[in-house]
């Protein structure tokens, strides 16, 4: 338990995290992976080059602080995170680590503020946020190896299907090598996997959305292949290099964006790739017979890009189903097909007063779709999105 001196000194440093920025969570890296460079095996090094890990490591730094005298403020940021570990397989011994690089990085890059009793301060305050994690962890850890099929750690799963989605997506379905069950999961939610390609010197480590209903046998991953800029690694892996009957590492399902079923309207608001937890989330309503109405809203670049599309005309027989889609670089006279950017102030049945709004796709869709929400009256509570990658709020 945290002094009130401490809680002050830790609130106290607030401005100083805020005049270094995110400079000092990328310090902080540099220093971690020179130091334990094994934990490069763990974390995505394509979010360390693009400064993504950084921002979001030094907005949990700043609300952190922020609300250190209040963490029940924190709860929702905490699951997400902790869902995000507990597919990454992080444990109580890496907390320490990550905990002598924060406390000698603030030593490092503030040198003049970082005094004895700031140092006092935020030794206790990140021991207090560790056990947070590592405890929220065990949970999920334990759940998860409780359930019929639930395992800990890497286990390893073949590949035994792969189907192309569209241009760039590819579906891959995996079954556990042992032979025996494999646990269930909330439509939503996603899974680790870790793989060698190649063309890396360490292990790749990725969180996938499962695309499909669970069936207590597989998992299917939908993956998009990653060109633009510095190509996917794993993506580029998985569509080009991994064969049929191949192994991969998985971990078990995780993730706190899931489908709640309330017996209302339900609308899943996707582009590009985000479109996969929202195809598990239509095949789970499908199954168990679903009787509210189901709005399909979905945006990519063109016809070649849109995947799924005739599994969506399948699943449409089965629900009470309204789908609309927006191509951003094609015009075309199909039905329920628009053109250009997703407009939702022209549909007029959407349900605005009762219904559940579940988001995924990039970080600048998703804020333009929720504001779009919001002008319209939507209330933020009913608004559920997923994140690729670290955290961010919308």
């Known amino acids: 338990m945290l002094s009130e001196q401490q809680i002050l000194t830790v609130k106290s440093t607030i401005p100083l995290l805020e005049s270094v920025g995110p400079d000092i969570t990328k310090h902080f890296y540099q220093r971690m992976f020179r130091d334990n460079p094994e934990l490069k095996n763990i974390f995505n090094m394509a979010h360390q080059q693009s400064g993504s890990q950084s921002l979001a490591l030094f907005n949990a730094l700043a609300a952190y602080a922020k609300y250190i005298d209040n963490l029940p403020m924190l709860t929702g940021a905490v699951q997400r995170i902790a869902h995000k570990h507990s597919a990454l397989n992080i444990r109580p011994e890496h907390y320490g680590i990550v905990g002598h690089h924060l406390i000698e990085t603030l030593r490092e890059l503030a040198s003049e503020a970082f005094t004895a009793e700031v140092e006092d301060a935020w030794v206790a305050a990140y021991g207090q946020l560790a056990d947070v994690f590592i405890t929220v962890e065990a949970g999920l850890y334990q759940a998860n190896a409780e359930q019929v099929g639930g395992w800990q750690g890497p286990r390893k799963f073949k590949l035994i299907e792969k189907r192309i ?37 360490h292990f790749e480590m990725r969180q996938y959305s499962l695309s499909t209903s669970p069936n207590a046998e597989t998992y299917r991953i939908s993956v998009k292949r990653e060109a633009m800029g510095v190509p996917g690694i794993v993506s580029n892996y998985l569509h080009d290099a991994l064969r049929l009957g191949e192994e991969v590492e998985l971990y078990p399902p995780a993730g706190d964006f899931v489908f709640h079923n309330n017996a209302k309207p339900v609308v899943t608001i996707s582009a590009g790739v985000g479109l996969t937890p929202m195809q598990a989330i239509l095949e789970t309503l499908a199954e168990c017979g679903y009787h509210a109405p189901v709005f399909y809203l979905h945006a990519c670049e063109n016809q070649q890009q849109h995947s799924f599309k005739k599994r969506l005309k399948q699943l449409g027989q089965q629900l009470n ?3 609309h889609t927006w191509y951003n ?8 097909i628009h053109h250009g950017l997703m407009d939702l102030t022209t549909l007029d049945n959407l349900p605005l007063t009762d219904g559940d709004f579940y988001l995924c796709g990039p970080v600048g869709f998703m804020l333009f779709a929720k504001q779009q929400l919001v002008n319209l009256g939507v209330a933020i509570e009913r608004i559920h999105y997923e994140m690729f990658g670290p955290h961010q709020e919308i």
Request: charged residues 25%.
């Open 165 to 201: 989605e569209s241009e760039l997506v590819k579906s891959l379905v995996f079954e556990p090598v042992d032979g025996q069950p494999v646990v269930g999961y909330q439509a939503g939610q996603y899974i680790g996997i870790r793989v060698k390609p190649l063309t890396s010197e």
């Open 321 to 323: 189903l309204t789908h």
């Open 329 to 336: 670089q094609e015009v075309t006279s199909e039905d329920n």
